[in-house]
């Protein structure tokens, strides 16, 4: 190894053990003294550096392990007289080994890893304060359903078969990739509903159907417009919620098309683009009406339940089948009729179904980013019929004008394009 890489590796150690000791050294305010600051973390690095290189040089790989051994025992005592002074945490210790591994790391050339390893160890310990409250304001059902994601996505996922069954239309079933549709939806749910709960609906109405729109632009819909029949007076701050949250939902069809299929993401820019900006713009208009009040109360529980899950993946492998039929038998025509009447279930799963067999190549990408922007429109037009049928008057009359201008903008733009 030449010189300047070498100089380079330390140098990144010595880096990365420094910024962990200044974030441990701000932690304790200099109250009293604690085995490990600025300096010892700097060193702490640079000594599995060492260790790496001196096993290289030696052609041992234990002088790195026997000098990872001495640090710990070290680390083990000062935790010994700590815990006798009465500090029973670990995670100044913890940190410290984990320095002298990520010295090593750097020494070896993982220099990518140990960077990140290093910054993702400062941003841990510098939010114990928010990570407590944050853990303290869960709830059961919280923890309960960030446990069921978790074991979908890592325990679920990998075991299911990937590949295809049957022939045509039966080969667009992939029980992997069909599961991995059900956690990406239901990541970007629970994350919405985490944000939620930890904003509070009284953060105002605006935000609140911008918010939820990430759990269920439909369910913002149906609270808001049963909340617009018993007090009319709240109209301009529900209208606001309402189409915040149509606009969220457009922009959630954007990126779910970027993830999955990014060569049909410029297909249908065009026409969710000017939905979603004339929602934006009309969201814009009713903030300056808006009153200032007590955001009202949207029923959103936790979004991710087992039933729900095993339900929506159900539902995409069903419209995966039933689009890829309609491709064979009826053409372009039957894809589209597809696509609008499973939008009025769920948006999320057309727009997933249609990404997904364009990009195998199972229809046409033409076809499929028209079947995106009708469902789109057409699951719109769904939630403005919930704000007619059960909405007041004066809500409306101030939503109704706000629906035909972004389903006018969406497919008029669609149509020329």
Wanted: glycine share 12%.
């Amino acid at each position: 190894m030449d010189p300047l890489t070498l100089f380079y590796r330390f140098g990144l150690a010595l880096v990365i053990g420094g910024l962990v000791g200044l974030q441990r050294e701000h932690a304790h305010g200099g109250e009293r003294e604690h085995f490990a600051g600025v300096r010892t973390f700097a060193l702490f690095s640079l000594a599995g550096a060492g260790g790496a290189l001196a096993g290289d040089l030696l052609g041992e790989p234990w002088a790195f392990l026997i000098l990872l051994l001495v640090v710990g025992l070290l680390v083990a005592v000062s935790h010994g007289i700590e815990a006798w002074r009465g500090a029973v945490g670990v995670t100044t210790e913890v940190a410290a080994l984990l320095t002298f591994v990520t010295g090593g790391l750097c020494y070896w050339g993982a220099v990518e890893i140990a960077a990140a390893l290093g910054v993702t160890m400062t941003v841990l310990l510098s939010l114990k304060l928010e990570l407590r409250r944050f853990a303290r304001a869960l709830t059961r059902e919280d923890l309960l359903a960030a446990l069921k994601l978790a074991v979908i996505t890592a325990i679920v996922l990998p075991l299911l078969p990937d590949r295809s069954f049957g022939p045509p239309p039966w080969d667009a079933f992939n029980p992997h990739r069909v599961w991995l549709m059900v956690v990406l939806v239901s990541a970007v749910g629970f994350g919405g509903y985490v944000l939620m709960g930890r904003l509070g609906p009284g953060k105002g109405i605006g935000l609140t159907g911008v918010v939820g729109g990430l759990v269920s632009s439909t369910a913002v819909t149906l609270a808001f417009s049963a909340r617009g029949r018993r007090e009319p007076a709240l109209a301009p701050a529900l209208t606001l919620g309402i189409v915040g949250s149509w606009t969220v939902m457009f922009g959630r069809v954007l990126v779910v098309v970027a993830v999955v299929n990014p060569r049909l993401l410029g297909l249908i820019a065009s026409p969710i683009l000017a939905a979603g900006l004339a929602a934006l713009g009309a969201s814009l208009l009713w903030l300056r009406r808006a009153r200032r009040g007590e955001a009202p109360e949207v029923e959103l529980k936790a979004p991710f339940e087992l039933g729900p899950a095993v339900r929506f993946g159900v539902l995409y492998a069903a419209i995966l089948v039933a689009a890829r039929g309609a491709s064979l038998y009826l053409g372009d025509l039957g894809v589209y009729l597809s696509s609008v009447v499973a939008s009025v279930a769920d948006v999320d799963a057309i727009t997933l179904s249609m990404a997904e067999l364009s990009r195998g190549g199972d229809l046409d990408p033409l076809t499929a980013s028209r079947a995106i922007v009708l469902a789109a429109m057409a699951n719109t037009l769904v939630k403005g019929g919930l704000v007619v049928a059960l909405g007041g008057r004066r809500l409306r009359r101030a939503t109704v004008p706000v629906l035909l201008a972004l389903l006018g903008a969406g497919l008029g733009v669609a149509f020329l394009h």
